[in-house]
């Protein structure tokens, strides 16, 4: 009998990971496929990667005094939402980068981006379809990738697929399917305050 408890807690400890990690070591994990925190794409020559963003990085982006209480009361008011970053780029560069080729087209395609694509954007469950609260795109301007954050509130079932149509720019209707315990399960960011 002892020996079955003792294997048991081996195994339960080599299962488990970190409940808190430093930003290197959260961003690493993230990126981790097989932790399905990242969802990635490839179609027509677009890479597409959808990306979880913990509550905890927003709410110490958002801190002013950076006390401990205020820390507390963001991450409180953030862990109502889903945070996640959709990343894109074309043949290895960012959008921008590819539809400048086009001036005719390049316009429309960045007004699609940066007011359109919320309007193609929807987190889709058994009980919720839900539009995203914000969708916000970041110019790259010719360096890195495009980004765009898009924020939902919690669905109520585990699983469900964040879906984003992006005919207007050339990669078609898209879905990233995720799991909200992977997402309730990573580890917290590993803060200190003054």
Known sequence: MRLVLFLMLIISTSCSHKTTMDEKELYKFIRNEHNGL??????????LAMVWKPNDLIARQQAIKGTKREYDSLTK?????????????????????????????????????????????????????????ECIYNRSYGIGISQCLIVFEKPKDNQFEVEVKGY???FGKQTFQFNLSDIENAPRLNTTFL
């Open 38 to 47: 990242i969802k990635s794409k490839e179609t027509e020559g677009f890479h």
């Open 77 to 133: 008011y953030f862990s109502n939402h889903l945070y996640f970053t959709l990343e894109m780029s074309y043949d290895g560069k960012d959008l921008e980068t590819k539809f400048g080729s086009d001036l005719a087209s390049f316009p429309d395609k960045i007004s699609f981006l940066s007011s359109g694509l919320s309007q193609n954007v929807q987190l889709k469950s058994k009980q919720d379809t839900l539009s995203p609260m």
């Open 168 to 170: 207007p720019i050339g």
